[in-house]
Nanobody, 123 residues
Framework: QVQLVESGGGSVQAGGSLKLSCAAY????????MAWFRQAPGKEREGVAA???????SYGDSVKGRFTASRDNAKNSLYLQMTSLKPEDAAMYYC?????????????????WGQGTQVTVSS
């Protein structure tokens, strides 16, 4: 059974940092594109970062230069290092996976989702 479990969310002041983790179970992790999405109340789910099986990364415009995605295939894990956090970064953050080497921006291209981890940023 394919499963994703996020952790690392919490509350931080603006300008602070957090590191999110996503543990993957039940599939050949290295063959999958992995991504981070977020969703704030009343807003659509937004792509934050994606990392392909070869380690190539892409980022949403609003987080470029502040967030860094990485993966450790040996540990079946995905990470999101978030720095210089802003109140507008506050959201539920989700880890997602899709089979194949390439990542896509659209959330509906991803077949497996974690339960989410909450990030709160106070000004």
């Amino acid at each position: 059974q394919v499963q994703l479990v996020e952790s690392g969310g919490g509350s931080v002041q603006a300008g602070g940092s957090l590191k999110l983790s996503c543990a993957a179970y039940g599939y050949t992790y290295s063959d999958y594109c992995m991504a981070w999405f977020r969703q704030a109340p009343g807003k659509e789910r937004e792509g934050v970062a994606a990392i392909e099986s070869d380690g190539s990364t892409s980022y949403g415009d609003s987080v470029k230069g502040r967030f860094t995605a990485s993966r450790d295939n040996a540990k079946n894990s995905l990470y999101l290092q978030m720095t210089s956090l802003k109140p507008e970064d506050a959201a539920m953050y989700y880890c997602a996976a899709r089979s194949g080497d390439f990542c896509y921006a659209a959330a509906n291209m991803y077949t497996t989702w974690g339960q989410g981890t909450q990030v709160t940023v106070s000004s």
